[in-house]
């Protein structure tokens, strides 16, 4: 749409002045809609004040966009691109909305009382990701950490935009210089999202956290996006729209490896005893009976302590290295820039070979820094990717094809292909129809999605059994070589 429509119908919506009333914000409205758009007004200190980031703004509260003249309506109130009932759909229906409140529940209590942390809902510990848990000096006047995850968490503090972005001349480079974030940037998002998702510096669910009870964190941004329940609308042009899933998913992944291995290196500089957080790691490395996986002991070997037997992928008996943001995103690499696909490679198992102590430990900051460098290099390259009918399916196969590697690296990463497979799927489907043997790919899809339902359940010969019935599926669909 555009945004003139949308700030004629505001100014003509006038006559209800609900929102802006509400937060006393009329008088700064009306200087913005008299005046030209001004540069921000400067806040306190040195700082730059347009980081697109608004570092020195304040947060306004959810309460401010949820006027009916805003974004509260119940339903969406045209057919503009944006519908003004952003505010309804997060409050009635979007899980953030309740993020604080989560930290009240029994669950929360036992977490706190095993962490010996008297108030969960009062504690930063907890607060950084369930809340938006700013200092007090950015509090703004209608400000209330119990709306849990609201808008500014995710679009940034609106002290300064509030009153110009309804404006005419409204674009995306005023609303940077006025803290409003790019969330249409797929970088900027997945990186926003993971911050909480997976965590960022200190602030992160730790294995002590999981150990009180936190659940595992899981992200990946397209299926994620696509439970999380939908304010926005997706682009109406189609050649916009296709292939925007996969691009979706295909950049979070460059972005949730670069993240991964930050927080892999400020872990390992910050803290406590001898080991990196066991979040680093496949959690079922660790967490597995002491079984025999061939079936080929008997009782009285058993008896004598052979207690297991199984064909490993890599080095037996070590820790496994949590790669299952590299595990997917290979298989992109390698289509989208093969050349880099082959560094990764080689980066990744000189890095893995120095964690798990088969090269020395000397090179571990020097391999860290170059992953580093190069993911970060491939969420630029990924986002500029143009993706096709052919990539999708390409991946859709490589992935597929894959099995016995995503289990040798671990349940997390099988999860994350059974992920990859969803997102390749319906961006499929929404942008050409149905695959030829549609029902097929759909049911192994299904099953691929119980497989990983529960980490102490994998089944790793049953997963590659069924990512086979996908490989077997796509194989006739035309469009790939
Ligand atoms: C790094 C960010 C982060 C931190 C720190 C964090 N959480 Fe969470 N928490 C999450 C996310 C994200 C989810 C949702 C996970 C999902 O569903 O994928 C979650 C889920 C939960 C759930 C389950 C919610 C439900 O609806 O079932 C509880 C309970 C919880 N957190 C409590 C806590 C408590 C208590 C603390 C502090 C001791 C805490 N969290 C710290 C990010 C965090
Ligand atoms: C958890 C993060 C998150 C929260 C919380 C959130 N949003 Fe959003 N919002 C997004 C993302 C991501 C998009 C962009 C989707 C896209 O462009 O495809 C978006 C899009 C929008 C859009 C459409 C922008 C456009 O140009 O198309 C509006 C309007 C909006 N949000 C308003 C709100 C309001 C109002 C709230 C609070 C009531 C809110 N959002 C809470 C993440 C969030
Ligand atoms: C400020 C921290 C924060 C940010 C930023 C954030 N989330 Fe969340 N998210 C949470 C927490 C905490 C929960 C758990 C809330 C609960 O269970 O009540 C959650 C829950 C969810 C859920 C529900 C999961 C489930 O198991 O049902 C989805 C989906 C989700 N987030 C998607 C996203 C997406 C997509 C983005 C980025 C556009 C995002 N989140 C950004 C903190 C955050
Ligand atoms: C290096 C080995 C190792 C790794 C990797 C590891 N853990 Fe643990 N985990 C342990 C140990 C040791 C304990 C403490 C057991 C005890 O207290 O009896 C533990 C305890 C736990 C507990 C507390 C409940 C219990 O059974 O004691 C949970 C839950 C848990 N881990 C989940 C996870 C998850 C999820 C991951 C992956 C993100 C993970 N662990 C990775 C070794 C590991």
Redesign the pocket.
Known sequence: MSVLQRSSRLIWLLGGVVCLVLTGLLSLWLSWTSSSLAQPQEKGGAGDKTSPSGDLYSFVG?ES??GSA???NSAPRTKL????N??????QK?R??KAYEVLTNADSKRIAQNLRIDKPEAAHRCLVCHALDVEEGRQGKNFDITEG???????GPAEQWLGPHIRKDWDAKRAATYGMSN??DLGF?AD??LG?HLGVGQDVVDHELIGAGHPRLKFELDNY?HV?P??????KDKPARDW?GVKTWAVSQAVALRNQLQLFGANRKSKMGLFPDFIHFDCFACHHDVVDRLGTLTDEEKKLQRWRSKEYGGKPGRLVWNASSYAVLRHIVQQVSPEQGKTLDQQVRAFHEIVTGKRSSDGFEGALKGLIELSDQLVVKVGQHAFTQQNALALMRAIAADGRTFSHLGFQSAEQAVLALASLYDAYTDAVGALPEDKAVKQAIDALYKDVKDGRQFNPAQFEADLAKVRNAVAGAAGAS
């Open positions: 959810a966009c949820g805003c974004h509260g691109r944006i519908g003004q952003e505010f309804y759909i997060w409050s979007d953030h909305a995850v609201s808008c500014e968490a995710c679009h969330t249409k998002r926003k999202c909480c996006s999380m939908a304010h926005w609308q997706p682009p925007l």
